[in-house]
């Protein structure tokens, strides 16, 4: 069942194709196959499964998924990241605002792009998962660091014995190096897995 044919998007097909993308989701999150870390500059592919969901489920599987993924950042603002545990040792609120709020944007934002391609038609649907594939990770970097230089911009931040300015030591080589990254990856892994569960999404629809 699509959301289109019952009319609300919480039917059973579509909470069971959004618990695997979560559970994918988490995967990543908490192993390290979804962080490529190097020294505080952290690579994330956490915003690939959230751009395929929002492939399939629109714009509310990209909020929920986006909403995840937000919270697991903050997650790792608990101790497990040096530098979010350093933001979340200057502001809290703000932390969360930087880790959750901009994966929410994302996500939806995903969803809305997703959406907006209507037909079915091969070529159409391919060029939605490059869309959406390469668009998610790109609106993941410029929202987090967009948020984190508006928030943190101005603060020195402290990790360990270093003193760091967030702007040039963070959002500088994120929204270069990781943007890069991201979005090539986005654009190859993403626009693969899409093309290929789409016969068996289809399949269960019918």
């Known amino acids: 069942m ?4 019952t009319g609300t998007f919480f039917n059973t097909y579509n909470l069971v194709l959004l618990g695997i993308f979560a559970a994918i989701l988490l995967l990543l999150s908490f192993t390290p196959l979804g962080y ?4 505080i500059i952290e690579i994330s592919f956490l915003a690939i499964p959230v751009a395929i ?4 489920l629109g714009k509310w599987g990209g909020l929920i998924l986006g909403t995840i993924f937000g919270l697991t950042s903050f997650f790792q603002c608990l101790g497990y990241s040096a530098f979010g545990t350093a933001l979340m040792g200057i502001n809290g609120f703000y932390t969360f605002i930087v880790c959750v709020v901009s994966r929410v944007l994302m996500g939806f934002l995903a969803g809305l792009i997703a959406d907006a391609f209507r037909s079915e038609k091969p070529a159409t649907r391919h060029i939605k998962y490059v869309v959406v594939s390469i668009a998610t990770p790109v609106m993941n970097t410029l ?4 948020l984190l230089a508006l928030l943190f911009g101005k603060i020195p ?3 360990g ?3 760091i300015n967030v702007i040039t030591a963070v959002v500088v ?9 991201e979005a090539v990856a986005g654009a190859i892994i993403g626009t693969a897995v899409c093309e290929a569960i789409y016969p068996l999404y289809r399949r269960a629809r019918k």
């Open 143 to 146: 929202f987090f660091c967009g």
């Open 36 to 39: 490529l870390k190097i020294g």
């Open 53 to 56: 969901c929002a492939c399939y």
């Open 157 to 159: 931040v402290t990790i």
């Open 161 to 163: 014995d270093m003193e």
């Open 173 to 181: 080589p994120a929204v270069t190096l990781n943007g890069i990254v």
């Open 2 to 5: 699509s959301e289109k044919k």
